[in-house]
């Protein structure tokens, strides 16, 4: 058993596919194959059934997976510690976050984090929420401030808070009153794609309440979906943060969507199996002060976790 092997395991396990962890790798499938059966026979156990739809781990399996994600973990946080003990040693961290929080936080937490902690050298990534997640599977990113996080083997995650959706106009000049969701489908709606949380979250709310989605346009930037509502062209269902300076400016109106309520939950999250990086807790810190203005701009649109 080496740690080649247990990373390829630990990768297997995660997708549940050999294809795509062999993909994930950058190694050839026959090649994983024969990485996992030599595991197996070394150990005399099956570690791996297989079926139809890829593989699954069996309980000798799911143990291995668990020992081996503490063990790279480990791996890993060594080789930062002592990474770290080199004079003049800056750390690097990757941070993801989705376009409406980099609107809203990002230039602020970059530079809370280059005041308060010289040795990180923090590197913002912009990305939809479930692009976030699959680069933290793949171990892209140290962190990912997103929304919507499924449970996954390979990521582990804390909430943060919860925040309302808001119809997004042209001002009209009516008081802003909250509109329900029946009313809100009846605009001619410029929103994100599949999988993207927003557009998950008003989905699953109006076929719960048997109502049809019918979109004008489908947009994977935020800035081009704010572009269309202020031509004219559209209506939009986006989170309060990502249109707070449009509100304030008078150039766009926002009212919280209710009956039902449109609800996404933040979290923080992280590689399952990524030791403690040097100076995790005072990051983490920062970004929950960045988070807490935020939360002070939403006003009633946000609430505890």
């Not at 933290?136 to 997103?146: F, G, H, N, S």
């Not at 557009?199 to 049809?212: F, I, K, M, N, W």
């Not at 040097?278 to 939403?298: F, G, W």
Request: aromatic content about 2%.
């Amino acid at each position: 058993m080496n740690l080649r092997q247990l990373r390829y395991f630990a990768k297997v396990v995660e997708t549940g596919n050999m294809t795509r962890a062999a993909a994930e790798l950058l190694v050839a499938q026959p090649a994983l194959g024969m990485q996992v059966r030599q595991l197996e026979e070394d150990l005399g156990v099956a570690l791996l059934r297989r079926h139809s739809r890829g593989v699954e781990a069996t309980p000798a399996g799911a143990l291995l997976y668990q020992r081996a994600c503490a063990i790279l973990g480990l791996v890993e946080q060594t080789r930062r510690e002592i990474a770290s003990m080199a004079p003049d040693a800056v750390q690097a961290v990757r941070l993801g976050m989705t376009p409406s929080l980099m609107l809203a936080i990002g230039a602020a937490l970059a530079v809370r984090v280059r005041e308060a902690l010289p040795h990180v050298r923090l590197s913002l990534a912009e990305e939809m929420s479930h692009v976030l997640v699959d680069q933290l599977v793949r171990e892209e990113l140290d962190l990912a401030l997103a929304y919507g996080v499924p449970e996954h083997p390979a990521v582990a995650r804390v909430a943060l808070h919860h925040e309302d959706l808001v119809l997004v106009t042209l001002p009209g000049g009516a008081p802003r009153r909250p509109v329900a969701l029946a009313e809100a489908l009846e605009e001619r709606l410029a929103i994100p794609e599949r999988r993207d949380v927003v557009r998950e979250t008003v989905t699953e709310a109006a076929h719960a309440a048997g109502l049809e989605v019918r979109l004008a346009y489908e947009v994977r930037s935020i800035a081009a979906i704010k572009g269309l509502v202020l031509r004219g062209e559209a209506a939009s269902i986006l989170p309060y943060a990502s249109v707070i300076s449009e509100v304030q400016a008078g150039l766009l109106d926002a009212r919280a969507v209710v009956a039902p309520a449109l609800r996404r939950t933040l979290y923080l999250a992280w590689p399952q199996r990524r030791g403690p990086l040097p100076h995790e807790a005072a990051l983490v810190a920062e970004i929950r002060a960045a988070l807490e203005d935020l939360t002070a701009r939403l006003g009633a649109l946000a609430h505890p976790a």
